[in-house]
């Protein structure tokens, strides 16, 4: 994101995710595709006991918010 910003010459002023935790697709019903950088403990076919893990994403995620968008390794 640094490089495409010195690059590019973007007026960034934040960037959110689309959503925390991993989401039922609304358009097929699926969960197997899995967005978010917390994974939820469910497959297509309703098994699961929708426990929550947090994703590498997740740490990396708290790491930028943390160092407010100057740390993004």
Known sequence: M?????IDGVDL?????WGPIDL???????????????YVNKN??????LSRTPKDS???YKKVIASN?????
Not at 2 to 6: F, G, I, Q, R
Not at 69 to 73: A, N, R
């Open 24 to 38: 039922v697709s609304a358009g097929t019903g699926q969960m197997d595709k899995r967005y978010g950088f917390i």
């Open 2 to 6: 640094e490089k495409a910003v010195a």
């Open 44 to 49: 297509d076919q309703g098994v699961g006991d």
């Open 58 to 60: 997740y740490f990396w």
């Open 13 to 17: 002023m934040g960037y959110l995710p």
């Open 69 to 73: 968008g100057t740390d993004l390794d």
